[in-house]
């Protein structure tokens, strides 16, 4: 073992080979993560030919003195803006609330389908080290994510709002100035923080000990995905983890709690529904314990193995034991099966909501006193219908009086409850679950989370428990219960409880009183504000009908006077009718005077053309006459030689 080493081997600084980087997925919580982090590298690589793809995971929100609307409107103008000074590709945006980014399977989800879309040989992510819950979220779910896809090869934990333990770096001297400009358009974060002067101080800081040239440089965590995947979170944690741990935090998100969820099934149709609610859980590591108690071999369970882990457990059989495990004997069966550190029951005919493991352990892990947390429980009738809600606040004398925490409701310590040997009571038909939870309590309190998040369907049992002519009614067993509990306590605590139980019914019943005087006065305030409405809307009546008469008379009076302007116009169209036909025959008589000189003109000049037409006959007459004497006397010579001619042939 040596005290000491040298710098070079205990604080080596290589720098990143730019060259054989073929593409890269940044992964950034809020917009301006993936500027301060890791601006530089991103714009080196923006000249060469790497494939650069940023995934914003949060729209900031929260970050703003605006409302979250318009904050988020210009914290992503600002990554866009700052995206082009750099020389990259637009941002991809998810939707994911700013301060509320949690590890689980909506985050881990979207994360891998990214990786599987875009196949990265990159990976830059924030560092576990980072201050911000949402850097610390995104890191353990970017994790969570390179383990289940083939990609990336390398992972580049980056630094933003606290130093990494590096052991990589990038000199970016030669687009600094690009990087600060960058950093310069998040005016709107800018003003709330001296972020500029803070990245500035990174670059100076890392720049240190990488020779003198260089002035400004980032610092990066390097991991082989196959390193990480081999050897889980410990490939990632070289010295921050150490701090981590001080404070109970996980490095790798195996190290969260294992949630057995346990299940006993009777084989039940709903079973495929009570295992989807399972799987849709926003928690990521829980295993399903599922009971056979069927007293048959068991039908197929789907579910989703990529990452929801089953057993399924065969209890012995009748012929092995000489008799059956019932509903208690399953439970017991289910918490000897179980791995987790915690657990939570659910029946094979129930459901509960996507969040509702992930609140209960957030709030369990919050108070490690507490032996369990419970939320309210919606109880529903075969028919979907709306029954009542499960939601009081603990006390330890409620829960030794009724059962109020349907068995789904509450995520337990299940290490607290094998220490202190808390087991179901299997001579108990119905009920053990409140057996169950009153022996619990003995050793802590329950935290309760306000809200419903599971729902209990009543009607497809056959328990008998709510027939009160079964042997399980619940009455029944209800009664020997507080029996026993009254033998087994003490007087005082019995006296404590009672007293509990009667200050509380007195408290209802003034409750009752004052809801019932409250009811009544605002009914009364209700009654009164009903008469005033009822008398201004009489008077209203009576204002309109006022109006409808003034607007009755003046309509008439505007009938009125429309008819007299009718009559007055009819009459003037009659009388001018009257005129225009008077002018018209006056011109009937004047066309026919007219019409009759212009025959009597046109006969006289018809009989002048036919005494012409007639002289222009004889004319012609005589003109043929004479032309045909003529012509006799011309052609006589021509008669003599044809005549001539004819008798010389002969």
């Not at 197929?300 to 012929?319: D, K, M, N, R």
């Not at 004052?514 to 009903?530: D, T, V």
């Not at 009489?538 to 003046?554: C, G, I, M, P």
Request: charged share 20%; net charge negative.
């Amino acid at each position: 073992m040596l005290d000491r080493q040298t710098e070079a081997l205990y604080y080596p600084r290589p720098l990143l080979q730019l060259d054989a980087i073929e593409s890269v997925l940044c992964l950034a919580p809020h917009p301006d993560d993936e500027v301060f982090g890791c601006g530089g590298l991103l714009t080196q690589l923006a000249g060469g030919r790497c494939r650069i793809d940023t995934l914003i995971l949060s729209r900031g929100e929260s970050g703003g003195a605006g409302s979250a609307q318009q904050t988020a409107a210009i914290r992503e103008q600002e990554s866009i803006r700052a995206a082009q000074v750099l020389g990259l590709p637009t941002p991809r945006f998810q939707d994911f609330v700013d301060r509320e980014l949690s590890y689980g399977e909506p985050l881990i989800g979207v994360l891998v389908d990214a990786l599987n879309e875009l196949k990265p040989q990159y990976l830059l992510l924030p560092s576990l080290s980072e201050p911000h819950p949402d850097h610390q979220a995104v890191a353990l779910a970017g994790m969570a994510a390179a383990q289940r896809s083939a990609y990336p090869q390398t992972l580049l934990f980056y630094e933003v709002g606290a130093p990494l333990y590096p052991n990589l770096f990038v000199d970016i001297t030669a687009v600094a100035a690009l990087k600060w400009r960058a950093v310069g358009e998040f005016v709107s974060q800018l003003g709330m923080e001296a972020y500029d002067a803070h990245a500035r101080a990174f670059a100076s800081l890392r720049a240190f000990g990488l020779g003198p040239e260089c002035a400004a440089a980032e610092a990066f965590f390097s991991v082989d995905a196959s390193a990480l995947k081999q050897n889980g979170a410990a490939a990632a944690t070289p010295y921050w983890p150490l701090i981590r741990a001080r404070h109970q935090l996980a490095n790798s998100p195996q190290q969260m709690p294992l949630v057995s969820v346990l299940i006993r099934s009777v084989d039940r149709p709903q079973l495929v529904e009570a295992v989807a609610s399972v799987a849709a859980q926003t928690y990521s590591n829980i295993e399903l314990v599922l009971i056979n108690a069927s007293g048959r071999e068991h039908g197929a369970i789907p579910y989703p193995a990529q990452h929801l882990a089953l057993q399924l457990v065969e209890p012995p059989s009748v012929t092995q034991t000489g008799h059956s495990r019932n509903r208690a004997g399953a439970a017991n069966l289910a918490i000897d099966a179980a791995r987790g550190e915690l657990a939570l029951f659910l029946d094979d005919d129930d459901l509960i909501e996507p969040h509702h493991i992930e609140r209960l352990v957030g709030a369990l892990l919050s108070k490690s006193s507490a032996v369990g947390a419970y939320a309210g429980v919606r109880v529903e009738g075969p028919d979907g219908a709306f029954q009542r809600n499960y939601d009081l606040p603990w006390s330890r004398h409620r829960i030794q009086g009724i059962n109020y925490l349907p068995i789904h409701a509450v995520v337990f310590r299940l290490d607290r409850a094998r220490q202190a040997g808390v087991r179901f009571d299997e001579a108990l038909p119905v009920l053990e679950d409140w057996d169950f939870w009153r022996k619990l309590a003995s050793q802590g309190d329950l935290v309760h989370c306000p809200g419903v998040s599971a729902v209990y369907r009543q009607g497809y049992g056959e328990s008998g428990l709510g027939d009160p002519d079964h042997d399980n009614h619940w009455k029944t067993w209800h009664r020997l219960l507080l029996e026993r509990y009254v033998q087994n306590c003490g007087a005082a605590e019995l006296a404590q409880t009672l007293a509990w139980h009667a200050i509380e019914l007195d408290q209802v019943q003034v409750r009752l009183e004052l809801f019932s005087i409250e009811s009544q006065a605002a009914l009364k305030a209700k009654q009164a504000q009903l008469e005033r409405f009822s008398l201004e809307s009489q008077a209203a009546l009576h204002a309109k009908d006022e109006q409808l008469e003034q607007f009755s008379r003046q309509s008439q009076a505007a009938l009125r006077a429309k008819d007299e302007q009718i009559e007055r116009f009819s009459q003037e169209s009659q009388a001018a009718l009257r005129t225009t036909e008077e002018r018209l025959e006056q011109f009937s008589v004047q066309s026919q005077v007219v019409l009759q000189s212009r025959d009597q003109q046109i006969a006289q000049q018809l009989a002048e053309i036919s005494a012409l037409t007639e002289r222009l006959l004889q004319s012609q007459t005589e003109l043929q006459r004479v032309r045909s004497a003529l012509t006799w006397r011309v052609t006589a010579p021509l008669r003599r030689a044809r005549a001539w001619l004819r008798s010389s042939r002969q």
